[in-house]
């Protein structure tokens, strides 16, 4: 298995900048990004993307690489360094194994180490394009419109300019009311996110990914299987939760339009009142009572779910490395497992909601984090999520 990691060398022309449009130069080309790949002098890498729980918001993707800087070729003051003058912050950064990419970002900081033995290391650290959004900020006046034009709007605005080639946008289900924009544009998406019940995620090649709430409903379609008796892609390690961190039977969901709160009688009953709270931009109250109504029916209950199950790469066959390293985030797995070989199997549908990678070695561990589909909108037709009185119809 071979993980390339290449940084961004040679930046690209800037038409009409004062220094990055200069015609002639050779720091920033009209052929574009120009990547050097320093494979040849990493020690270790990992890198993590996603979120730890599926009430959470996805966060930035982070990477970190260790690097042989025994020639000082990673050190910006050595002047006979290969890559001496392209030691920078802010150069792009990326991560591909086995010609499939996993990891798209920016480099924030370059560290280094020495001793006087002359043994020395430089780290990159680098996160995804999450983070670029949290420095942005919004303005003006959004108008009244879907979820999906309401986030492509977002990235339009001058002070954002998010690029058009690295957007994956659907349409969006619910509708807000006109709204003033401000602050920092990455609460904002995520305060539509909230408001569409979807996700919003940095995927592995850089595009920002909007799913609204039918297009993030799993279906059964290229479903990857993950099994411990030989049905499945195998699996080192699994762990389970069951428990009421992801308890919810009381909700109150806000907007501008007003409030609508709903409860799950049965849950207080049985294990107490949870309570949260929630705000929107939806445009009416009764989008906002059936978001109320759809998170108390989702999170009533307690569950025992997967949490995570462990791989390693390099003891898989070819097709499952390829199925493993295609996988990207809300995609839908299927997990069996007989704890102890004792007793039936255990099976249950889930959603990756977060992607660990770790390299040491020529080592290649990944932990997949797992959100439970017990509960989830009906998908006509799907053999699994198909099924009358299992799912919620839709809102």
Not at 32 to 57: C, E, N, P, Q, V
Not at 205 to 223: E, H, M, Y
Request: charged share 20%; aromatic share 10%.
């Amino acid at each position: 298995m071979a993980t390339v990691v290449e940084f961004e060398t040679v930046e690209g022309f800037i038409l009409d900048d004062p220094i990055a449009g200069k015609l002639d130069n050779v720091e920033y080309t009209l052929g574009g990004l120009s990547f050097s790949d320093i494979t040849l002098y990493m020690t270790d890498i990992s890198w993590t993307r996603g979120k730890a729980r599926d009430l959470d918001r996805f966060s930035a993707g982070t990477l970190s690489v260790e690097l042989n800087n025994h020639t000082r070729i990673f050190d910006p003051s050595y002047a006979a360094g290969a890559f001496f003058g392209q030691i920078k912050p802010r150069r792009k950064i990326r991560v591909t194994t086995d010609g499939v990419r996993q990891f798209t970002g920016v480099i924030d900081d370059w560290n280094f180490s020495y001793n006087p033995g002359g043994w020395s290391k430089a780290v990159i650290t680098a996160t995804d394009d999450f983070t670029l959004l949290a420095r942005q900020t919004v303005s003006g006046v959004g108008v009244a419109q879907a979820t999906g034009a309401r986030v492509t709007a977002v990235l339009d605005q001058a002070g954002v300019l998010w690029p058009v080639g690295l957007r994956i946008v659907s349409a969006g289900e619910s509708e807000l009311g006109a709204d003033t924009l401000t602050g920092n544009a990455l609460e904002y998406l995520q305060k539509v996110e909230t408001s569409e019940q979807g996700a919003l995620f940095i995927d592995k090649s850089g595009n920002l990914v909007f799913q609204d709430r039918l297009t993030a409903t799993p279906t059964s379609d290229s479903l990857i299987t993950f099994a411990d008796d030989g049905t499945g892609i195998p699996y080192t390690q699994v762990t389970v939760n069951y428990g009421t961190e992801l308890l919810i039977n009381t909700v109150t969901v806000t907007s501008a339009a007003g409030s609508s709160t709903a409860q799950n009688s049965r849950s207080r009953t049985s294990y107490g009142v949870s309570s949260e709270s929630v705000e929107t931009l939806v445009d009416s109250t009764a989008q906002l009572l059936n978001i109320a109504d759809f998170i108390v029916s989702k999170y009533g209950e307690p569950e025992y779910r997967f949490e995570s199950i462990a791989l390693n790469l390099d003891e898989m066959t070819a097709p499952n490395k390829a199925s493993v390293l295609g996988m990207e985030l809300w995609d839908v797995i299927l997990i069996k497992f007989t704890p102890n070989g004792v007793g039936a199997p255990i099976a249950q549908y889930g959603q990756v909601i977060k992607l660990d990678n770790d390299i040491e070695k020529k080592r290649h561990d990944i932990i997949i984090g797992i959100a439970a589909l017990d509960w989830t909108f009906l998908v006509l037709d799907d053999v699994v999520f198909g099924t009358m009185g299992n799912n919620y119809l839709a809102f």
